[in-house]
Nanobody, 127 residues
Framework: QVQLAESGGGLVQPGGSLRLSCAASGRTFSSYAMGWFRQAPGKEREFVAAITWSGGGTYYADSVKGRFTISRDNAKNTVYLQMNELKPEDTAVYYC????????????????????WGQGTQVTVSS
């Protein structure tokens, strides 16, 4: 079983940066693909970024390409989301998710394919 805990959210001005962390339990962490999703009030959860178990493959939503970077450190059981050039529309609760067995060519952006979810961390981008 895996438990995920996000941290690093907060209030930042437009154009600023934040680095989110997701700490995972279990020695099997390195075999899980990991993803970040976000959800704004009144909107459905949307895909942000994902990374394969080895870190060799990364995927991004078009809205964050070039601004966000996902990475992982399996030795520390942690996945990161570096967010630069933040915009007000990035405001949301950000969730970390783990996928034990990715399936299909678009596994990374399908929320219902992930097995474990964190509680989320609030990111607010505002002046």
């Amino acid at each position: 079983q895996v438990q995920l805990a996000e941290s690093g959210g907060g209030l930042v001005q437009p154009g600023g940066s934040l680095r989110l962390s997701c700490a995972a339990s279990g020695r099997t962490f390195s075999s899980y693909a990991m993803g970040w999703f976000r959800q704004a009030p009144g909107k459905e959860r949307e895909f942000v970024a994902a990374i394969t178990w080895s870190g060799g493959g990364t995927y991004y939503a078009d809205s964050v390409k070039g601004r966000f970077t996902i990475s992982r450190d399996n030795a520390k059981n942690t996945v990161y989301l570096q967010m630069n050039e933040l915009k007000p529309e990035d405001t949301a609760v950000y969730y970390c998710a783990a996928d034990r067995m990715p399936q299909g060519s678009r596994w990374y952006d399908m929320a219902d394919g992930y097995d474990y979810w964190g509680q989320g961390t609030q990111v607010t981008v505002s002046s």
